[in-house]
């Protein structure tokens, strides 16, 4: 139990020690995937086959991991890792077989990029499916009587950010198969942000981090920030810098009114 504890808190601040570095290194290089995509980054493979393989930890690992829980039995522990399955369900299997059908338009995804977004996956799939079943205290004192509510504030946030993402994500996709390169993306959410598919999946982290009330919950949050907001910007500066006038000057990059 002293050596599953140890790694666990280890697993823990590594979550914390690499979001400032992961921040700090896309604010000056971003990813070279999809708008960004360029050579020199080593082998490529099919943009579906990558996003299935890199997030697939999320759904295979963590059903491993739960069974051997502390809070395997409990019902509360399955309900509350029900968010995290179904965002990482659509994220490994249906958003694939979407991009799929457009693969014409898609661009290789390098390798070393999904290695990498696999490494992460691992880590942070270990520690949220540890946590829900075996290390939180779902009957204690003050957690017992706060649980409920917190799931279903954060459940509310999560599933906003979630309806938002996916929305966005069908919109952009849909762009692609009209053909004719890059277009602006207009209507609903894009009115506001360039990316909106960017703000809902920090939303539903946000709320993640509202429902489990934990370290593990608030550091997924955090490296979420860490990883998008950048690339937002970075997204951002592109269609202003390749659509010019066409552009709106009012969006932001991620956060509506704010960035």
């Known amino acids: ?13 590594t979550l914390y020690l690499i ?38 930890p999320t759904l295979w690992l963590t059903l491993l991991i739960f069974p051997f829980g502390h809070n395997f039995r409990n019902p509360k522990s399955h309900i509350l890792i029900s968010p995290f399955l179904f965002h990482y369900f659509h994220r490994s299997c249906i958003y694939p077989l979407r991009l799929h059908r457009n693969k014409t338009q898609l661009t290789g995804f390098p390798v070393t990029v999904a290695l990498m977004a696999f490494g992460f996956n691992l880590l942070n799939s270990y520690l949220q499916a540890r946590w829900v079943s075996h290390y939180k205290d779902y009957d204690g004192e003050s957690d017992g009587r706060l649980f409920w509510w917190r799931f279903l504030i954060g459940s509310v946030i999560f599933f906003c950010g979630m309806w938002v993402n996916i929305w966005s994500d069908k919109v952009l996709v849909g762009l692609k ?18 990316c909106p598919n960017y703000f809902g999946e920090i939303l539903e982290w946000f709320g993640w981090a509202v429902m489990t009330w934990s370290w593990v919950g608030l550091g997924f949050f955090l490296y979420t920030c860490a990883n998008l907001v950048p690339r ?11 659509f010019g006038e066409d552009y709106p000057k009012h969006r932001k990059a991620v956060i509506p009114f704010l960035y």
């Open 177 to 194: 198969k009209q053909g004719g390169g890059y277009k602006v993306p207009r209507g609903g959410w894009f009115e506001l942000v360039s």
């Open 1 to 13: 139990m002293a050596m599953d504890q140890a790694f666990f808190n280890n697993c823990l601040l």
């Open 19 to 56: 979001a400032p570095p992961t921040f700090i290194s896309l604010r000056f290089l971003q990813a070279p995937y999809g708008k960004h995509h360029r050579p020199g980054w080593g082998p490529t493979m099919s943009p579906p086959l990558a996003w299935f393989l890199m997030e697939s």
């Open 232 to 242: 937002a910007l970075a997204h951002h500066k592109w269609y202003l810098e390749k």
